[in-house]
């Protein structure tokens, strides 16, 4: 199984940036995966950002985000999307695709619940 990312790369306060994952090789269907990102700051811990699923909606994990990021999936294309819009300097960070074989996203968003990750995407927006 991997999981690509793209989309990465350098953006302005207030600018935009739309990150893809692709999985290859699931071995279930690919609407039985949550599929989520999380990202990972410098010097911070890794954090759950959002998670989409098939049949059961997507959710979001940071309030920060609220309002500016959405994330959707496209089965026929086996990817998932996050949209960031209005980014700020905060979000500077490593973004990580990841997959959980289940078709619900859990309340709170454990990496140690993933069975698949992708390499990192990294995120940088200046102030």
């Known amino acids: 199984v991997h999981l690509v990312e793209s989309g990465g790369g350098l953006v302005q306060a207030g600018g935009s940036l739309r990150l893809s994952c692709t999985a290859y090789?699931?071995?279930?269907?690919?609407?039985?995966?949550?599929i989520g990102w999380f990202r990972r700051a410098p010097g911070k811990e890794r954090e759950g950002v959002s998670c989409?699923?098939?049949?059961?909606?997507?959710?979001y994990f940071l309030d920060s985000e609220k309002g500016r990021f959405t994330i959707s999936r496209d089965r026929a294309k086996n990817t998932v999307y996050l949209q960031m819009n209005s980014l700020k300097a905060e979000d500077t960070a490593v973004y990580y695709c990841?997959?959980?074989?289940?078709?619900?996203?859990?309340?709170?968003?454990?990496?140690?619940?993933?069975?698949?990750w992708g390499q990192g995407t990294q995120v940088t927006v200046s102030s």
């Open positions: 989409s699923t098939a049949t059961d909606g997507n959710k």
């Open positions: 090789g699931f071995p279930l269907d690919f609407d039985e995966y949550a």
């Open positions: 990841a997959a959980e074989g289940v078709r619900y996203c859990s309340g709170t968003y454990y990496p140690q619940r993933m069975d698949y």
